[in-house]
């Protein structure tokens, strides 16, 4: 498994913008497919986004098309999710994840073996 940090999270207006880090060691990044995952209080973790382990291929959940943008840095092994245009609904803990399958941009949690600790976004009206 790959050890996984995450950063970047606060609070932000509606329509502002983060960017959201999550670093990787302990493995070598560039065999592993990234993503980004969120949870909200009382709700079931859910995709926001993943990236294969050359930038490739990129999936996204549909609520976040053209507003989030994941893209990787191999050589600083780090993962990145660039939200623009936020809603309070984005509000959330993310989280990202690393899938052994490099190729892969799965959406369901099971195909990742390691997740960070999470990092808090929360957008107010």
């Known amino acids: 498994q790959v050890q996984l940090v995450e950063s970047g999270g606060g609070l932000v207006q509606a329509g502002g913008s983060l960017r959201l880090s999550c670093a990787a060691s302990?493995?070598?990044?560039?065999?592993?497919?990234m993503a980004w995952f969120r949870q909200a209080p009382g709700k079931e973790r859910e995709f926001v986004a993943a990236?294969?382990?050359?930038?490739?291929?990129?999936n996204y959940a549909d609520f976040v098309k053209g507003r989030f943008t994941i893209f990787r840095d191999n050589a600083k092994n780090t993962v990145y999710l660039q939200m623009n245009s936020l809603k309070p609904e984005d509000t959330a803990v993310y989280y990202c994840a690393a899938d052994p399958d490099r190729k892969k941009v799965a959406t369901a949690t099971q195909e990742y073996d390691s997740w960070g600790q999470g990092t808090q976004v929360t957008v107010s009206a």
């Open positions: 302990g493995r070598t990044f560039r065999n592993y497919a």
């Open positions: 990236i294969s382990w050359s930038g490739g291929s990129r």
